[in-house]
């Protein structure tokens, strides 16, 4: 069990570090370009790969806590190893995987929409609404605060996604605007991760520290609610709308 947790935290950190990277090239460089599709694409797939060795992390310890923790055994109870790094880590691992999923096909399917159903995309979102829900039991169940909001992400994620997924005539542009927030989605979710699981080893009091959270959740809303206005402000003008093939 420990070596294959060591080996997910390994693929874990290699993926990840080259996500939180890649993410700022399309974020503020010039939209549709080369560059934007060729480190959007090195994103997305990074993001994947993080979320499914997160999966495999958040697997191991709920297995085993204290196997996989030892540096906070006897200053953290196995049930709150459990929660933490276990539950929450779940939730958040498929957050990341289904937010990058579900961004990469809004704009590979900007045509034709619905594509966008197809099989994977529905489990996804079938697989983040019960890792929601065990968060939201979880939290109750133990009293653990936290697990609620991880919950509410995934519920609220969920919810917006089946909204646009089955929208019979999506208003124009609503493709670009869900890739974008399911994009720099992901990229809240994967800054969080590293900020606060990484911090757990070096400074634990802080790990969990609502305003260490609140960083790169503020940084992120303020980049959807920017670029979905920039969207909306440009398709109010332009007929017809871009080509997907622009940004796919």
């Not at 700022?24 to 939209?31: I, Q």
């Not at 039991?137 to 919810?159: D, E, H, I, K, S």
């Not at 980049?223 to 093939?245: C, E, F, Q, S």
Request: charged residues 10%; contains cysteine; aromatic residues 12%.
């Amino acid at each position: 069990m420990h070596d294959a947790f060591r080996l997910f935290v390994a693929l874990h950190i290699a993926t990840g570090s080259i996500g939180l990277l890649a993410f700022w090239v399309p974020v503020v460089g010039r939209k549709g370009g080369d560059a934007h599709r060729r480190w959007g694409r090195v994103f997305t797939w990074s993001m994947l790969a993080t979320g499914a060795a997160a999966v495999g992390i958040s697997t191991c310890t709920i297995l085993d806590p204290l196997g996989t923790h030892p540096h906070l055994v006897g200053s953290h109870s196995e049930v709150w190893i459990r929660d933490v790094f276990g539950w929450m880590m779940l939730c958040l691992a498929v957050l990341t995987v289904n937010l990058a999923w579900y961004g990469w096909l809004c704009v590979k399917n900007a045509r034709d929409h619905r594509a966008n159903r197809e099989w994977r995309n529905l489990a996804l979102q079938a697989a983040l609404l019960a890792a929601a829900a065990n968060c939201a039991w979880q939290a109750w169940a133990t009293r653990m605060p936290l697990l609620y909001g991880v919950a509410v992400l995934g519920f609220a994620t969920v919810a917006t996604n089946l909204w646009f997924l089955y929208s019979p005539r999506p208003p124009p542009g609503m493709w670009l605007k869900e890739h974008v927030k399911a994009l720099v989605g992901a990229g809240i979710s994967v800054y969080t991760a590293f900020m606060a699981f990484g911090l757990v080893r070096t400074v634990p009091s802080l790990a969990l520290h609502p305003a260490l959270w609140a960083v790169p959740l503020t940084i992120g809303l303020g980049l959807i609610l920017y670029h979905r206005w920039d969207i909306g402000r440009k398709y109010a003008r332009t007929v017809p709308p871009p080509t997907a093939r622009a940004l796919s």
